[in-house]
């Protein structure tokens, strides 16, 4: 399987500021990577899904324009979470897909508070 | 009814038992069907990995398909208290852009030494 990092692994940021997630495939080229928010006790949501060198797509009710996201390389893709708010504070995943429709390989998550 | 059904539990189990952990889902279009193991506060980690109907083996674990009930089952031999953790089943039609992966609420599993 695919190994996956992400930085920061936790986070914690005032209100109002911008935060930056990045997520790597550190042994394959990922063409797709995808991100998800997870609640406590909840399932994964997914947010939106990141192609490298194209606009990413949004699910229904994610604000693309406070998510921002960016695909620049096979092997990065990044969240930022613009204006945070305390009811961003949550726990973001990303996943990478190594052929389409197969599985996904997590990476380890990072946990946002925002105060 | 929601694409993807899964009991969230919480299920209690001794040391040693036979875990059975169900799905089932309403999309027949579905063909590949995971099983992830996600430890509190940690990105999931993919158990087992199934396309299409059938069994697939692996140490303890076995995982099952039954496209025509449209019901998956993970079986966990000989639990271990190191198995406690939300199982999250996902499935996805795959191919094209179907690559969507749809997850199941996830199933908390205590093993008691």
């Known amino acids: 399987g695919a190994v996956v990092s992400q930085h920061p692994s936790w986070v914690i940021c005032k209100s109002g500021t911008s935060v930056k997630i990045e997520c790597r495939s550190l042994d394959f080229q990922a063409t797709t990577m995808f991100w998800y928010r997870q609640f406590p006790k909840q399932s994964l949501m997914l947010m939106a899904t990141?192609?490298?060198?194209?606009?990413?797509?949004?699910e229904q009710g994610v604000e693309k324009d406070k998510f921002l996201i960016n695909h620049a390389s096979l092997t990065l893709s990044t969240l930022t979470v613009t204006s945070a708010h305390p009811e961003d504070s949550s726990f973001y995943i990303c996943?990478?897909?190594?052929?389409?429709?197969?599985?996904?390989?997590f990476g380890p998550g990072t946990r946002l508070l925002v105060l | 009814q929601k694409e993807v059904e899964q009991d969230p539990g919480p299920l209690s189990v001794p040391e040693g038992a036979i875990v059975s952990l169900n799905c089932t889902y309403s999309?027949?279009?579905?063909?590949?069907f995971m099983w992830y193991r996600q430890y509190s506060r940690k990105g999931p980690e993919l158990l087992m990995y199934t396309y299409s109907s059938g069994n697939k083996e692996d140490g303890r674990f076995t995982a099952q398909v039954d496209k025509s009930s449209k019901y998956i089952s993970l079986f966990i031999r000989d639990s271990q208290p190191s198995d406690s953790a939300t199982y999250l089943c996902?499935?996805?039609?795959?191919?094209?852009?179907?690559?969507?992966?749809?997850f199941g609420k996830g199933t908390l599993l205590t093993v008691n030494p």
């Open positions: 990141s192609n490298e060198g194209s606009k990413a797509t949004y």
């Open positions: 996902a499935m996805s039609e795959g191919g094209g852009s179907n690559y969507k992966l749809t």
């Open positions: 996943s990478v897909q190594i052929q389409a429709g197969e599985t996904q390989y």
């Open positions: 999309n027949s279009a579905f063909q590949y």
